[in-house]
Structures are given as C-alpha cells and as structure tokens.
C-alpha cells in the first residue's frame, strides 16, 4: 500500500517562504511521477507542480519562477519550495503519486494522494 504523508504547511505572511515536503512508503520511488496540486475553498484541485522520475519538471503558469519542486530518490521524499507566497496561493497542497514515470498536469493523471497540508498566506 502507497502511503503519501506531506508536512511542512503553516501561516506565512505575504512574500515570505514555505517549504512542503512529503514521504512516500514506496518501493522503486525514482520510477515514479510525482506532483503538487493545491484546492483553495469552494474551488476544484489545481495543478501546481510535477516532476518525473528523471527530474525533469513542470509548473502551472501561477506559480513559475516563485516554487521549485524538487525530489530526492535515495530517501524517497518530495518537496516544494514556495518563494514570494500571495494570498490566492492559499489552499490545502497534495503530494501524489503516478504510477508512471510522468503523471502530468492534470489530477486523473495521479493515483496515489497524500492528506494535504494546509497554507495560509496572510496579507
């Protein structure tokens, strides 16, 4: 059984810095595609960033040049460096999980799904 467990949320004031992590209980965790999506009240979950496993990387046009994913295959752990947070980067953020090497931008892309860790980003 995949287990996705991520930490690392808080309260931070606006243009300050958060980093997510998250752990996967996985074997062979560098074969697999890994992704942060974010869901902000009342909203649908949205793509933030995703990585292969090459590294190779993607983000959504919101959050370019402000977060970098990053992974580091040896201790099977994801994470998110977030720079310059705004208020509408508020949201509860999600690890997950494709069980192919690139899960892509898009949530049906992802099977696995950590409990979220919540944001807040003060103005």
């Known amino acids: 059984q995949v287990q996705l467990t991520e930490s690392g949320g808080g309260l931070v004031q606006v243009g300050g810095s958060l980093r997510l992590s998250c752990a996967a209980s996985?074997?062979?965790?560098?074969?697999?595609?890994m992704g942060w999506f974010r869901q902000a009240p009342g909203k649908e979950r949205e793509f933030v960033a995703a990585?292969?496993?090459?590294?190779?990387?993607d983000y959504a046009d919101s959050v370019k040049g402000r977060f970098t994913i990053s992974r580091d295959n040896t201790e099977n752990a994801l994470e998110l460096q977030m720079n310059r947070l705004k208020p509408e980067d508020t949201a509860v953020y999600y690890c997950?999980?494709?069980?192919?090497?690139?899960?892509?931008?898009?949530?049906?892309?992802?099977?696995?799904w950590g409990q979220g860790t919540q944001v807040t980003v003060s103005s």
């Open positions: 997950a999980l494709a069980l192919r090497n690139y899960g892509g931008v898009y949530v049906g892309g992802y099977t696995y």
């Open positions: 990585i292969s496993g090459y590294g190779t990387t």
């Open positions: 996985v074997r062979t965790f560098n074969t697999y595609g």
